[in-house]
């Protein structure tokens, strides 16, 4: 009995040994699936950043076609731009000497008003000048035709008298 129980200790040993062995087989083999996962995680986050980068390089390539579109654009809107400052620049001239010329024109057509006035005013002195002369002249002609009819009365009297007194005598 002995016999079968130091066999039976040596099986289990022998048994545990084995079993030993198989756990460390398993842990190393859990070990090493733990590294695989993690090989495997991290080639596919090197999968996905491959693939985010495709997308991102395809995004950037995008961006760089749309500055080259907007910066093609925006030359062609800096010569409008340019094109509608030139011409507003120009018309901003015009009206300048535009309006330069008419301030002369209002400035020599004041002018010729305030001479004109004077004029006006120097013909209404010599009018009423003339009026007055006038208005003298024509009392004076008043006060001599008063003056001949009267004369002419009083020779019309003396005549009358004469002729009285050439019948009386």
């Given at each position: 009995?002995?016999?079968?129980?130091?066999?039976?200790?040596?099986?289990?040993?022998?048994?545990d040994g084995l079993w030993r062995r198989i756990q460390l087989?398993?842990?190393?083999?859990?070990?090493?699936?733990?590294?695989?996962?993690e090989y495997k995680d991290m080639q596919e986050?090197?999968?996905?950043?491959q693939s985010s980068c495709v997308q991102l390089t395809e995004q950037l390539e995008n961006?760089?076609?749309?500055?080259?579109?907007f910066a093609e654009s925006e030359e062609h809107q800096e010569e409008e731009l340019n094109k509608i400052r030139?011409?507003?620049?120009?018309?901003e001239q015009s009206h300048c000497c535009e309006q330069e010329r008419m301030k002369t024109e209002i400035s020599d057509l004041t002018e010729e008003l305030h001479q004109k006035e004077i004029t006006i005013a120097t013909i209404m002195e010599k009018a009423?000048?003339?009026?007055?002369?006038?208005k003298m002249e024509l009392e004076t002609k008043?006060?001599?035709?008063?003056?001949?009819?009267?004369?002419?009365?009083?020779y019309q009297v003396i005549k009358s008298e004469n002729t009285h007194l050439k019948e009386m005598v």
């Open positions: 009995m002995e016999a079968d129980v130091s066999e039976m200790r040596n099986e289990l040993q022998s048994r087989e398993c842990q190393k083999l859990y070990t090493e699936l733990l590294k695989i996962k986050i090197q999968i996905k950043h961006k760089n076609t749309e500055f080259l579109l030139n011409h507003v620049y120009r018309e009423s000048l003339l009026e007055r002369q006038l008043h006060k001599l035709l008063t003056k001949q009819q009267l004369l002419e009365f009083r």
